[in-house]
């Protein structure tokens, strides 16, 4: 049985690392006596995949795991799972999804994300977001492996709004394969460097008819 | 409290390399409510978390305090480099991981003694947790602090900077120091420490006082006070199987040293080496039943989702059952996809049945210790292992499919010639020849790692000195020179830091001065290569008239007083005595499952009885 699970990563739990997140997901899942498969071969490892890689010290309510388990599961089972997650994570959702469904990771192409600001922010963060939107292109710079590459991150910027009332930038970015934008990159035009830490990501989205899905909500077949 | 959570949590930890080490709330940590606690413990391991969370000791503890309601046992590490800045910098108290409490705030504060060369980082901790360093100027609102461990059985070093240490099986001795304390609590800390004295394996250093000739050389260590007994007497549990075992483990986030679940089978150990301290404060040898072992195993699993689980021992090839035991619990393991593993397995005890057995559960890297290079040199330390018993184990290993060993040894051993490191060599090359013999082409991987022996407080080799600095060297250098040429990897341990380990490991109260010094210039972590500064403990030596390379190779004579005779491992001084001359003699003892050598555990062990009612050391007898 393949499934999706929506989590959130709240703090403490911001700290862990992708690799240190993995590990906690594939002890709790034992812990739950969940059946995962496991790949074949001679370095056998459990089928749990991520939909998104999230930088350590940013909090999320929009996490996914993709998971392929032996047997078919109840609800009971997951409420297991969440009951053996250590304090700071959650399970939010989960369904079933198509055997043939490609992975997670490879449907995802938006995030969105939301940073408070503090309230003498709100003004100059405003301005420089209608600056932003009136640009035609806004070149960024990346280090690879490969070496140094500029890349016009406006197309990939689908939407960027302070809201005053609550107090915060929310924005919605490219997220998947090629066509990515970095929230930090977003942040760094907007001459907000340093705030990561304060940054939430809401919800990934799945392209779907032409619009943005939910994962939960998309249709499959 | 509520105040250092949210500071350390929102402001210090984002601008750590490794949050994950400080976050404390693991799954399986135990965060109470300290308001409602009537006793509060903080277990204090003096390295860092990846090393500290990897003791059995710590979990031990920790699981027997918390299970008391009323009882509460938090942990703290020494922070790296990076936070102990920040903590610095902003006087920032260091707390305990589970409720960010300072350390000051607790009633006990307990660390663990494993190795000499953390005794400065425990200095560290002292004084980042704002506790005052030397035990008798503390205010009655500070913690006790006590040590445990190995160290305890020579503390006089740090006798200075602890009210009181703890000899042998803290599950004994704890819990009555722990409901004396919560019971005790309007007394003075002079009144608490004297009473706890009476708790048998609780030494007070401060009720202990050295006497010394016009020459300044030690007369002894006597009591202050009549009542106290002359000798101290280690603690120990009876029954293994009775005695309370972790079964719900911390579960790190980041990976850590030992990452996996251990199970204890057996304490102590009957071959007697010479060399080995833990060999003689972990006697007699008491062993789980098979049927305990595999209960704790399937909790050990159910609660922390680990995939893989260690048996550990001295020796865990003497375990009676060890054929049956991996077997069973191999299968049943497997079924939930957890490997075990099996290190410390002597090389006389792996037959090629267990080679079959160990690598159907786990094909991980395979060690064997012959420790010496010839016959002589291996009878003069007692580990009674041939080279027909090492050929024959690697020859089982490679033909079960193994392509690489490793083999540790020791220089500077008592006796020891170049005799015996050609004899190391030649040990190597017939282990390689034996490659091809298992019908293996090519050549196996051999890593030989070469540390050299320390002699330790309470062993028939404490007389001994280490081997002078220039003799490591040029030992370790026809090491490296004939091993690569047999095309052996070879690995050695520094010199400068086994002479600071063997400085620390057979002096006295003089050394408290030196460590306290060392710590003022910034010694801590001495274990890691990035952080021992050989400069700094040299200074710290010389500025308090000691010479660190002299105390190291210091011989003492079979009759001279020694710093740490007021206490009693359980093991007598004569035995010591009679194993010290036939090592020198390079003649063997006998296993003494097989037949009592008298070493006078058996007196310790009077009235106490084991499972089947008899003394825990079975069939003994006393010279």
Redo the contacts between chains.
Sequence with gaps: MRVWIKFAKE??MR???HL?LM??W??????A?LPVA?TAGFNRHPKISFASALA??VTSEGEYLDIQFTERLDGAAFERLDE?L???LKMLAWRQVPESTPALMSLVCAAQWELPLQVDESRCVQEAVQKLLAASSLTVERESKKGRKTVDIRPLIYSLAVDEKASCLSMLLASGGESVVRPGEVLKLLCLPSVL?RLHRIELYLASGGSFREPMAVLLN | MLDYKVKF??EI??RVQK??RY?G???NAVAKDLSRCSLKAVLAFPDLYEVGMSHLGLKILYSLINDHEQWAAERVFMPDTDLEAILQNEAFPLCSLETVTPLAAFDLLGFTLQYELSYATILQMLRLGGITLLALSRGEEEPLVVGGGPGAFNPEPLAHFFDFFMLGDAEETLPQVLSFLEQNKHLSRADKLFSLSRIAGVYVPSLYMPDFDQHGNLLGIRPLDANLPRQVKRAVVADLDAAAYPVKFV?P???IVHDRLVLELFRGCTRGCRFCQAGIIYRPLRERTPVKLKALAKEL???????ELALSSLSSGDYSAIGQLVTELGLELAK??VALSLPSLRLDSFSGELAEQVKQVRKSGLTFAPEAGTQRLRDVINKNISEADLISAVTDAFAAGWTGIKLYFMIGLPTETDEDLEGIVDLVRKVMAAYRQAGCRGKPRVTVSVSVFIPKAHTPFQWAGLIRRDEILRRQNILRQSLRAAGAQFKWHGVEPSLLEAALARGGRELNAVIARAAELGCKLDGWDEHFSFENWQQAFRENGLEMAEMATRQYDLDDPLPWDHLDSGVTKTFLKKEYKLALAAKVSEDCRENCLGCGMSLLLEGKNGKDGKGACQNARLD
């Design positions: 703090s403490p700290f862990l690392s240190d590990r906690v594939q002890r709790a899942i034992r812990r006596c496991y350590v010290g053996t250590p304090h700071g830490g | 949590w929102d930890l984002p949050p994950t976050l709330n693991e799954v579960v986030y980041g990976s699993v159910r609660t922390s989702g680990y995939d939930e996809g």
